[in-house]
């Protein structure tokens, strides 16, 4: 297995937070000295746009990688931020349920290849809203799942067929497959349903939730559309000091179980 950890950051509900955490995770924990990858395993390409790789410099992508064409080091790209490189998306992910469903081994495309990954610390892989084969592959070649809930009604029950899907690929294919965390986001102190829900949360999951909980915060917003993370956006909003502490937390999270 490759030395690097590795975290999918999934949930088949859409618009939860995925990518916003896989962006700021990855460029906090970049700036604590931690080497990152961050996969766009989403056709959407919203990680891609988010730290700055225009559509033109997506030709070797994500889709490359599982369909075999090329290694890792072929498809990282360096981005602003010192110590963080991803791997970007097109679209050509989204024929990919359909064009490598037959492909022997189809669940273990991407598991081949992060195993030759060295000299890096931490990879974090931004699954598309969709527990399909692209969220599989991300699973089977993890480490863990990281999975951001929005603090709203119906998060917990989407969070019972996400934890179903962890225990069939446990099942299947990769045994060790832990849950790294489950992070609250878009949270709202002012709103009593989004405060139950958390403390809903937190009673049937206790442990795994993180003390971390993000904010809604319009600057974590509006990040994305200037191709930065909030980190090197705006350094000191509140979106910031919340995805710097995850990253403290998560890595005294790995520290604890090492
Ligand atoms: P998809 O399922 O489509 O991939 P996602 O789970 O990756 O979505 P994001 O794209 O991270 O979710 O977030 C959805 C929208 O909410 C985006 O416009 C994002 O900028 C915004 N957003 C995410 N987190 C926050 C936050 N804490 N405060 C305010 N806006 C947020
Ligand atoms: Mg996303």
């Given at each position: 297995m490759s030395e690097a950890r590795i975290v999918a950051v999934a949930n088949q509900k859409g618009g939860v937070g995925k990518t916003t955490t896989a962006i700021n995770l990855g460029a906090a924990l970049a700036e604590q000295g931690q080497r990152v990858i961050i996969i766009d395993l989403d056709p959407q390409g919203n990680a891609s746009t988010g730290l700055g790789v225009p559509l033109e410099e997506r030709q070797t992508n994500a889709y490359d990688l599982l369909s075999g064409e090329q290694d890792l080091a072929q498809t990282l790209q360096d981005t602003d931020i010192n110590n963080l490189r991803i791997v970007p998306s097109n679209h050509d992910l989204a024929s990919a349920d359909f064009q490598l469903s037959s492909r022997p081994g189809r669940t273990q495309l991407l598991r081949r290849k992060l195993s030759q990954a060295t000299g890096f610390d931490?990879?974090?892989?931004?699954?598309?809203?969709?527990?399909?084969?692209?969220?599989?592959?991300?699973?089977?070649?993890?480490?863990?799942?990281?999975?951001?809930?929005?603090?709203?009604?119906?998060?917990?029950?989407?969070?019972?067929?996400?934890?179903?899907?962890?225990?069939?690929?446990?099942?299947?294919?990769?045994?060790?497959?832990?849950?790294?965390?489950?992070?609250?986001?878009?949270?709202?102190?002012?709103?009593?349903?989004?405060?139950?829900?958390?403390?809903?949360?937190?009673?049937?999951?206790?442990?795994?939730?993180?003390?971390?909980?993000?904010?809604?915060?319009?600057?974590?917003?509006?990040?994305?559309?200037?191709?930065?993370?909030?980190?090197?956006?705006?350094?000191?909003?509140?979106?910031?000091?919340?995805?710097?502490?995850?990253?403290?937390?998560?890595?005294?999270?790995?520290?604890?179980?090492?």
């Open positions: 931490y990879i974090l892989i931004d699954c598309p809203p969709a527990l399909g084969l692209l969220t599989v592959n991300a699973m089977v070649a993890a480490d863990s799942v990281l999975v951001p809930l929005q603090a709203e009604f119906y998060a917990l029950e989407g969070l019972s067929q996400l934890l179903m899907t962890v225990r069939e690929v446990r099942q299947a294919a990769n045994p060790d497959l832990r849950i790294e965390g489950i992070l609250l986001t878009m949270s709202d102190s002012r709103n009593n349903l989004s405060q139950q829900v958390e403390a809903d949360a937190r009673s049937t999951l206790s442990g795994l939730v993180y003390k971390t909980v993000i904010p809604r915060n319009v600057r974590l917003s509006e990040a994305p559309s200037h191709a930065m993370p909030v980190l090197q956006y705006d350094p000191h909003s509140k979106g910031s000091a919340a995805y710097r502490e995850l990253a403290k937390e998560f890595l005294s999270r790995q520290l604890a179980t090492a």
